[in-house]
């Protein structure tokens, strides 16, 4: 094959790469006049080949795009500083039906034997221009959902509130009967117990949400009310002390809420199970960074891989929901100066995932309500929780078809051990 043809047949590829291109191409020559467009080019502007070909590139441009164009080029080619040239830049093209669109632009110098040549590369950027707005409309909408979520669970828990002074007051009633009625006592007794029971429920109920939605909205409003009163440059750091104290308030609302929306879908049968492949370090460090803002007093995070790779087959979402519990629950409750060590370890029939700390552990009377919902253990209550944690932590795992258990020392170690059947276990 000789040389001409073998450049004919390149000319032949180069003009079908640049037709078929996915972005829009545009050739000019020195003084701005369009010299060559593709196929994307055509679609985008609306202005057939004929069109744009012989014309200055300014009319594919909005203003003052438009009018300095052919000025960029000449100050390039005079004094060699490019303004465009060689540089990415988002820009704004205006269509032959005069609507104005943005897209990305890409301008490379070619220096031919005899002339000049720049080449455009475009990018539609209306598609993302679209989802950045939509973006914006969801967080929106999303800030506004958090305020109506935040004042119905007021509503619930005055509601709570009144419930629990009447069951008062019906518990005070039984007693009368019981005493008129001795011949039912054993009868009264047992159901006098069960409504003890319900009552006690339902008062740490209102007494965990009340506290644990007074305290950082507390915190909120008294930092608000400080950082008002430095005003000078030099009380920068008063203010930036109260700031974080504010988003740490918010965080624990926002786990508050979290713990509450976990175990609504819980509640009303609405987590849906999605079985995969994932690598468990990646769920680890989602779950790490997102503890981060509780290492605090020299409290540190450590995973160990005791397993050969750390390949897992489970929904990785409910793993996410389980591992930021237990590791969240960790540093709460562990002493200072302490590791909170998250151990991956496969065996025959399960994976297992450790998770051990050293802190105030759990008293031995309490350990049988671990898993009850909205139980604080006797030594836990000056640390913020819902006391659903745990109650979500096990039913997720039973959803996934995993076991969730835990040995602890009060005063010493806590270790939670969640068992997930291998693959070939899991029955979907």
Do not use: W
């Not at 220096?111 to 967080?139: M, Q």
């Not at 979520?149 to 709570?160: G, H, I, M, P």
């Not at 430095?230 to 750091?237: A, H, I, K, L, V």
């Amino acid at each position: 094959m000789d040389s001409e043809q073998q450049y004919s047949e390149l000319a032949l590829q180069f003009d079908a790469i640049i037709k078929t291109a996915i972005d829009g191409i545009i050739i000019i020559d020195s003084k701005g006049i369009i010299q060559l467009v593709n196929n994307a080019v055509i679609h985008l502007f609306g202005y057939s080949e004929e069109e744009m070909v012989g014309y200055n590139v300014s009319k594919l441009m909005s203003s003052p795009h438009n009018e300095a164009h052919d000025h960029y080029i000449e100050n390039y080619l005079s004094t060699g500083v490019a303004k465009i040239i060689g540089v990415g830049r988002e820009v704004s093209g205006r269509k032959k039906d005069g609507q104005i669109f943005p897209f990305r632009l890409a301008v490379s110098e070619v220096i031919l034997p005899n002339k000049t040549i720049f080449a455009g590369i475009i990018h539609d950027l209306t598609e993302v221009t679209h989802a950045h707005e939509n973006l914006k409309k969801i967080n929106s909408e999303l800030e506004q959902r958090i305020i109506e979520r935040t004042y119905d669970l007021e509503k619930a828990v005055n509601k709570l509130l009144d419930i629990n002074k009447n069951l008062n007051v019906e518990i005070q009633e039984r007693h009368k009967i019981e005493s008129k009625l001795k011949e039912k006592e054993l009868e009264l007794n047992q159901l006098l117990n069960k409504e003890k029971e319900l009552n006690e429920l339902k008062s740490r109920f209102v007494s965990m949400a009340s506290h644990e939605f007074r305290t950082p909205l507390s915190s909120i409003m008294s930092s608000a009310a400080l950082i008002q009163r430095y005003e000078d440059t030099n009380q920068q750091p008063n203010r930036e002390k109260h700031i974080e104290r504010i988003k740490t308030a918010v965080t624990d609302l926002t786990e508050i809420l979290n713990d509450f929306l976990s175990f609504g879908q819980i509640e009303e049968n609405r987590v849906e199970v999605k079985y995969e492949h994932f690598h468990f370090t990646d769920i680890i460090q989602e779950v790490f960074d997102s503890c981060n803002y509780l290492c605090k007093n020299n409290k540190n995070l450590e995973f160990i891989n005791d397993a050969s790779e750390n390949m897992l087959y489970s929904d990785p979402r409910i793993i996410r929901n389980i591992m930021l519990n237990l590791v969240s629950n960790a540093l709460k409750y562990a002493f200072n100066d302490t590791t909170i060590r998250v151990i991956l370890n496969k065996g025959q029939d399960n994976v297992t995932i450790k998770v051990i700390n050293q802190g105030i552990g759990i008293p031995e009377e309490d350990k049988k309500f671990m898993f009850t919902r909205f139980f604080r253990a006797s030594n836990a209550s000056n640390i913020q929780g819902t006391g659903l944690g745990l109650n979500i932590v096990e039913r997720y795992a039973s959803i996934i078809q995993s076991e969730i258990e835990f040995e602890s020392v009060e005063n010493g170690e806590t270790c939670f051990t969640l068992m997930i059947p291998n693959q070939e276990k899991i029955k979907i």
